[in-house]
Structures are given as C-alpha cells and as structure tokens.
C-alpha cells in the first residue's frame, strides 16, 4: 500500500476521532448513557490510530525531507544524515504499516467486556467432572497470573471429584477479548482415577465464555422475571441450609434460568443472577451476529461453533493439540497450571491474519 493511499484512508478517521471527541462532552450526549458508553469506547479506538498515524506521517515526512536533501545539499555531513534518517525510517515503515492495518480492522464490539465462564463435563462421566474440575483450576491459575478477578457463581459438584458444572465471573482487561478463545469441547485422554485396568479413556467437557453485559446493554422488565428463593446447598458457612439465600431467575419471554447460591446475602445472589441473565439475554442476540459472521468464513479460530471440539488433552505424550490451527505443544503440566497465554496468542495471530485477508484496506 502507498504512503499516500494510506494516509488518505487515515484523514477520514482523524475527522471522526475529532467529531467523536466534541460529541462526548455534549450535554445531551452524556445525558444518554447508552450513547456516552459507544461514543466513549470509539473515542480511545480512534485515539491508537490517529497516534499510529501521526507516526506514520512523521516517518514518511522525514523520507520526503531526507530525499530532498540528497537531491539538493552538497554538505556531506547533512547527506549522510539524511541517508541514516531515510534507512531508518524505511525500516520502521513496514512494521507501522502493519500495525495500522491491524487496528484498522473491526474489532469484536465485545473485547473489552468481563466474561462469564460456564464449564459443564460432557461425555465420560465422573471423569468428564473431574476433567472439568481441572479445567476450571486452570482458568483460575491463568486468570491470576493476568491480574484478573474471578468470582464464583454457582457449581454443582461431582460425585468422584470435580464439577458437573461451574459458572464464574472474570474482571479485567480485556477479558472476554482473551478468554472467547476457550469457548468450545474440550477433550481428555488420560487413564482415570476410576479405571483399574490402566486403559486410556477419552472424557470431554464443554466450556462457554459469554461477554459480560450491563444494564445500559439489556433492558430487562421485572414483570418479566419469575424469582425463587431455596436454601443453599454444599460447602459453606452456617447460613448454608438454614436460610432462603440462594436465587433461582426466570425470564419468562425467553426461558432462561440462571441461578446463584455463593453468596450469604439473598440480595447479593439476585444481583450476581441478574447479571448473568442479562448475559444469557444479550447472548442470544450477539450469537446470530457471531454466525452471520461465520457463514462468510472459511475458517474460524474464536467465533465458530461451540459445540466443535477444539483441544485435546493427552496425558500419556504430555501432549496438548489445538485443532483450529493445527497447533501441537507438549507442555501439558504447564498448560495445566495455568500457562495457556501460548495458545492464545497463537489462536489471535491466526484469527488476525484470517480477517486481514477479508478486509480490503
């Protein structure tokens, strides 16, 4: 691509960054939450690229004025300087390039949000539970290491160890951005705790990572939502089985029920649920824009079928395998306390280059 085709498509954004950053301190602007929070958000993504423009612009202007002086100046002290500032700058400009055009693309309105984690054990059994456990330990170590905070929301545990389903919140940066990577089958190969014959059985679990939403995104009507009130079950303090602290919801239009016994307080519980039924809700909606987008690709790493297997874990080789890249690491026991970040990059420079391809720039 050109300098100046480049910088051409660039102008227009400037004009957008600059309209963006007059219409955010507008009065009935900031009167409309739901428009503050897009504007806002479109305000600091047009801020990387006009500060990668005028970057850009400061390297193509140096190549203009060190050309100019080549051609013009006989000072061989200027010359040689001016040749430097061109080598220089030329190298930069490719790299630039490419980070631009990276930026360029449309981003997942959805990145920057918290995320809400569903892991369910599959096919397998009690090992499919305790798979699940294990997956869930190395969520939690990876979302520690990020500096991200993870809360409980509900589980119901194995018989043998583990989770027949766990559900938790995750706060951050970028979070659901990082995390929508993990959303699919994920599958064991390993000799169970309960297998006597030493025989390597396959066991799967599923995991869901659904971008965290909040009341400007869902508008829910309380006549909408039926709201149960029973006594907590499982490992807690005094007040599990004695009191109506847990919360099951209801949202009658649509049938989804969420439900969370963590906390103590019924209040607590009700506004946990209410986040994640606003969750569910809003997922409804984003999953259909996730397969329009799908439809048009060959290929998918993070926004594809939920249901597909993506990974495969093999204890006997200490081998991991992520199938929408073909990618084969054999560094289970990293992986499993928590050391996923690999995988993930890869999945994102994978997902990048898929939708550079697409997008005419």
Request: hydrophobic letters at 35%; aromatic letters at 6%.
């Amino acid at each position: 691509m050109s300098d100046n085709t480049l910088l051409d498509k660039l102008e227009g954004l400037v004009t957008r960054f600059e309209e963006v950053g007059t219409l955010i301190t507008d009065p009935a602007v900031l009167a409309d939450m739901k428009r503050f929070v897009k504007l806002n958000k479109e305000y600091h993504d047009l801020e990387k690229i006009v500060d990668a423009r005028n970057r850009y612009k400061t390297l193509v202007d140096g190549i203009a004025e060190g050309k100019l002086i080549l051609e013009n100046d006989d000072d061989p002290d200027m010359r040689q300087m001016a040749k430097e500032e061109i080598d220089n700058n030329s190298v930069l400009l490719p790299e630039l390039e490419e980070e631009i055009k990276l930026l360029l693309i449309p981003a997942d309105p959805e990145d920057d949000k918290n995320a809400i984690v569903e892991i369910r054990g599959g096919t397998g059994g009690d090992e499919a539970a305790i798979f699940a456990g294990d997956l869930y330990r190395m969520y939690i170590k990876y979302c520690d290491s990020k500096g991200w905070k993870t809360e409980l929301t509900s589980c119901t545990e194995g018989s043998s160890g583990g989770f027949k389903e766990i559900i938790f919140s995750v706060t951050g940066e970028s979070v659901y951005g990082t995390l929508k990577y993990e959303s699919g089958v994920h599958r064991v190969q390993r000799v169970p705790q309960t297998e006597t014959q030493g025989r390597v059985h396959t066991s799967a679990a599923t995991v869901a990572v659904l971008p965290e939403v909040d009341e400007v995104d869902v508008d829910i009507r309380e006549s909408d939502i039926r709201v149960d009130t029973y006594c907590s079950s499982g490992a807690g303090g005094q007040s599990v089985n004695t009191t109506y602290s847990a919360v099951r919801l209801v949202h009658i239009p649509t049938g989804i029920t969420v439900q969370c016994q963590d906390e103590k307080s019924q209040h607590k519980n009700k506004a946990k649920a209410l986040t994640e039924l606003r969750s569910r809700i809003y997922n409804i909606e984003y999953q259909k824009w996730l397969d329009e987008i799908a439809s048009k690709r060959k290929t998918m790493v993070s926004t594809g079928d939920r249901s597909a297997k993506i990974r495969t874990y093999n204890y006997p080789q200490g081998r991991v395998t992520d199938h929408r890249i073909n990618l084969t690491l054999y560094n289970l026991g990293a992986i499993m306390e928590g050391d996923v970040q690999g995988i993930i990059d890869q999945l994102i420079v994978a997902e990048n280059a898929e939708r550079m391809k697409e997008t005419e720039l």
